[in-house]
């Protein structure tokens, strides 16, 4: 027998990682400043290949995230 419990606790996680990521980058794109969750640095933000991409990156690198954007708004 498979025990089905462990993939529903498993993309219950994923969901929840996937709701704070998504808080996290509300905050980031609303203009407050945010912290790496790791290391706690202030967050670099900038915009790459022609405001297409937005890119969150600590000093440390602990960060690295690349959000693509829906086009010139
Ligand atoms: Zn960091």
Known sequence: ????????DLSQQKAKAFNQEKN???RVLSG???NCRQCDKLLN???LNDGTQLQLQCKNGCTDIILDLDGPS
Do not use: A, L
């Not at 027998?1 to 529903?8: A, E, L, N, R």
């Open 32 to 34: 407050k400043d945010v």
């Open 24 to 26: 996290y980058i509300k």
């Open 1 to 8: 027998m498979i025990d089905f419990s462990y993939f529903s």
């Open 45 to 47: 933000i900038q915009f």
